[in-house]
């Protein structure tokens, strides 16, 4: 099946993520009835998965709790590269927080992709794993200093880097930095792999299963949306975003949406790399086995945060993609599309480590920048040293309580201005539509009935669903992502169907729903 991305004629234009394509595995059940563990995980993604693998793997009971089904949110939607290139961070890191912690940063990534290997061959899982190079490359000759100066910084923090002026691309660049020994695998494969021994070892997960509270104590206690308690000693939030927000780093974390579209290539205009330039709204490159003679070509790009894009703006977004990729991939034949979301620290490092100052038992891992499946890796053996009473080298680099006021300080007030920006503008009479008769089948907007502020979606049948307009989060207002069917929060990323469910936190609690008449309107 063939589409075009940039038709606007919605998601049912093209198939999703490549990777939800693969089965979803044995469905868990969810809790219903109160436990206690030594730990419990929030989140089954690529942290909390791996979290509660090595923690069951060293003999401590583990109880993993997942809102929707596991591997099948963020970390279902991802590009899927194990790489310590990630982009152009180690000159960065490097002033930022000094050569040391470039080098702490670049080996604590270079594991973390070499223990993926490791695993995938110790537990027989077949997860599509290859090694390949990385490059981050630039078109622009002026840009050439800023990557040669990036390719020494990364070989300074004991990276196998190199600067090229030729790379596999079937396109020029004006520069590149090389790193070997990277990889890329199917995270999916992996994920529920790692699940199945993770039960075989004796840990438990339970999926349909939504944490709203956490009580910090000798033991935590946590309630779920279904009333049900789990009294664990230790408890880690690998939810992407946090949903609890004591430790206050919605103030430090940037939500960032970025589209995907792939299909297939043959085999021999195949690349055999990573490839990531800046440039353009980002441009991400990857290939994946696909079938005899082709492989199928991942071109990730057209970064936004998320609830800010007009009507018709993402699925221009989408063909400005697409056009990319048959520019410099003319023979490949695009068959799929999906988006992507992560969370950007204010100073560009992971926070991985206590969830506030005052945490005892309580642990976070957040802000992976687009990076998530080495990030997620090492997040995973970070925490499970900690609380297993060890301390690898670069815990103080990830540690959310860490604040450089100074320098991150730019960062933090541009953030909030912007949160600010949404949280007053969109109040105000311009950001709302006058009626649901001005709503167009496929759309939706923000609708003022009877003095309350609603979210309405006009079907492609001409049916209405309403829903509170206020984010359950902090009360921001949502905007309508038309491309993909979604109610989106411009300040801090929480997403939401038609009908009010939580797609993507931080939000825990769905968009209250309301019945409307076309007639009460105005």
Same mark, same amino acid.
Request: hydrophobic share 40%; aromatic share 6%.
């Given at each position: 099946?063939?589409?075009?991305?940039?038709?606007?004629?919605?998601?049912?234009?093209?198939?999703?993520?490549?990777?939800?394509?693969?089965?979803?595995?044995?469905?868990?059940?969810?809790?219903?009835?109160?436990? &206690?563990? $030594?730990? +419990?995980?929030?989140? #089954?993604?690529? *942290?909390?998965?791996? =979290?509660?693998?090595? !923690?069951?793997?060293?003999?401590?009971?583990?109880?993993?709790?997942?809102?929707?089904?596991?591997?099948?949110?963020?970390?279902?939607?991802?590009?899927?590269?194990?790489?310590?290139?990630?982009?152009?961070?180690y000159a960065e890191i490097a002033?930022?927080?000094?050569?040391?912690?470039?080098?702490?940063?670049?080996?604590?990534?270079?594991?973390?992709?070499?223990?993926?290997?490791?695993?995938?061959?110790?537990?027989?899982?077949?997860?599509?794993?290859?090694?390949?190079?990385?490059?981050?490359?630039?078109?622009?000759?002026?840009?050439?200093?800023?990557?040669?100066? &990036?390719? $020494?910084? +990364?070989?300074?923090? #004991?990276?196998? *880097?190199?600067?090229? =002026?030729?790379?596999? !691309?079937?396109?020029?660049?004006?520069?590149?930095?090389?790193?070997?020994?990277?990889?890329?695998?199917?995270?999916?494969?992996?994920?529920?792999?790692?699940?199945?021994?993770?039960?075989?070892?004796?840990?438990?997960?339970?999926?349909?299963?939504?944490?709203?509270?956490?009580?910090?104590?000798?033991?935590?206690?946590?309630?779920?949306?279904?009333?049900?308690?789990?009294?664990?000693?230790?408890?880690?939030?690998?939810?992407?975003?946090?949903?609890?927000?004591?430790?206050?780093?919605?103030?430090?974390?940037?939500?960032?949406?970025?589209?995907?579209?792939?299909?297939?290539?043959?085999?021999?205009?195949?690349?055999?790399?990573?490839?990531?330039?800046?440039?353009?709204?980002?441009?991400?490159?990857?290939?994946?086995?696909?079938?005899?003679?082709?492989?199928?070509?991942?071109v990730t790009g057209e970064k936004?945060?998320?609830?800010?894009?007009?009507?018709?703006?993402v699925g221009e977004r989408f063909?400005?993609?697409?056009?990319?990729?048959?520019?410099?991939?003319?023979?490949?034949?695009?068959?799929?599309?999906?988006?992507?979301?992560?969370?950007?620290?204010?100073?560009?490092?992971?926070?991985?480590?206590?969830?506030?100052?005052?945490?005892?038992?309580?642990?976070?891992?957040?802000?992976?920048?687009?990076?998530?499946?080495?990030?997620?890796?090492?997040?995973?053996?970070?925490?499970?040293?900690?609380?297993?009473?060890?301390?690898?080298?670069?815990?103080?680099?990830?540690?959310?309580?860490?604040?450089?006021?100074?320098?991150?300080?730019?960062?933090?007030?541009?953030?909030?201005?912007?949160?600010?920006?949404?949280?007053?503008?969109?109040?105000?009479?311009?950001?709302?539509?006058?009626?649901?008769?001005?709503?167009?089948?496929?759309?939706?907007?923000?609708?003022?009935?009877?003095?309350?502020?609603?979210?309405?979606?006009?079907?492609?049948?001409?049916?209405?669903?309403?829903?509170?307009?206020?984010?359950?989060?902090?009360?921001?207002?949502?905007?309508?992502?038309?491309?993909?069917?979604?109610?989106?929060?411009?300040?801090?990323?929480?997403?939401?169907?038609?009908?009010?469910?939580?797609?993507?936190?931080?939000?825990?609690?769905?968009?209250?729903?309301?019945?409307?008449?076309?007639?009460?309107?105005?």
């Open positions: 099946m063939t589409y075009d991305p940039g038709s606007g004629s919605g998601p049912a234009s093209g198939a999703g993520s490549l990777w939800m394509e693969y089965a979803p595995g044995p469905a868990r059940p969810p809790l219903d009835g109160p436990i &206690e563990t $030594e730990v +419990a995980v929030i989140g #089954g993604g690529i *942290a909390g998965l791996c =979290t509660a693998w090595e !923690l069951a793997r060293a003999g401590h009971p583990v109880v993993l709790l997942e809102a929707d089904r596991i591997a099948s949110g963020v970390t279902g939607h991802t590009t899927a590269k194990l790489s310590a290139l990630h982009g152009m961070v002033s930022v927080h000094g050569a040391r912690a470039a080098r702490l940063y670049a080996h604590s990534q270079q594991i973390a992709i070499d223990h993926v290997a490791e695993v995938s061959e110790e537990l027989g899982i077949d997860c599509d794993f290859e090694r390949v190079p990385a490059y981050t490359y630039t078109e622009d000759p002026a840009m050439a200093d800023k990557l040669r100066a &990036e390719a $020494e910084a +990364a070989r300074a923090a #004991g990276l196998a *880097a190199s600067y090229e =002026t030729e790379v596999p !691309l079937p396109f020029p660049v004006a520069g590149a930095v090389k790193v070997e020994n990277q990889a890329q695998f199917h995270p999916r494969k992996y994920l529920l792999g790692l699940a199945a021994d993770l039960e075989v070892l004796g840990g438990r997960i339970f999926e349909r299963t939504r944490v709203t509270r956490l009580q910090e104590g000798s033991p935590c206690e946590l309630t779920t949306s279904g009333g049900h308690t789990v009294r664990a000693r230790e408890v880690v939030v690998a939810t992407h975003y946090p949903v609890f927000d004591r430790a206050l780093l919605f103030t430090r974390l940037e939500p960032k949406r970025e589209l995907v579209v792939a299909g297939p290539l043959p085999a021999g205009q195949d690349p055999a790399g990573m490839y990531l330039t800046p440039e353009g709204g980002t441009r991400s490159v990857r290939t994946a086995p696909y079938d005899e003679g082709r492989r199928m070509l991942i936004f945060t998320p609830g800010t894009e007009g009507e018709g703006e063909g400005k993609l697409a056009s990319w990729a048959r520019e410099r991939f003319p023979e490949v034949e695009l068959t799929h599309r999906w988006a992507t979301q992560d969370n950007v620290t204010t100073d560009h490092v992971p926070y991985v480590g206590r969830l506030h100052a005052g945490s005892r038992h309580a642990y976070v891992a957040t802000g992976f920048a687009g990076w998530g499946m080495s990030n997620g890796v090492m997040a995973g053996d970070l925490l499970a040293s900690r609380i297993r009473g060890r301390e690898p080298a670069w815990t103080s680099l990830y540690d959310p309580v860490r604040l450089h006021p100074v320098r991150e300080a730019p960062a933090m007030l541009r953030l909030q201005a912007q949160v600010g920006k949404h949280f007053i503008g969109d109040r105000l009479p311009g950001a709302h539509a006058d009626s649901t008769a001005d709503i167009e089948p496929g759309a939706g907007a923000v609708v003022r009935v009877g003095g309350r502020r609603l979210a309405v979606h006009r079907d492609a049948e001409g049916a209405l669903h309403a829903v509170s307009a206020r984010c359950t989060h902090l009360g921001c207002i949502v905007h309508f992502n038309d491309e993909e069917c979604a109610w989106e929060c411009p300040c801090h990323g929480s997403r939401f169907d038609v009908d009010g469910k939580v797609v993507q936190g931080p939000a825990i609690k769905p968009l209250e729903q309301f019945d409307v008449d076309e007639e009460e309107t105005r």
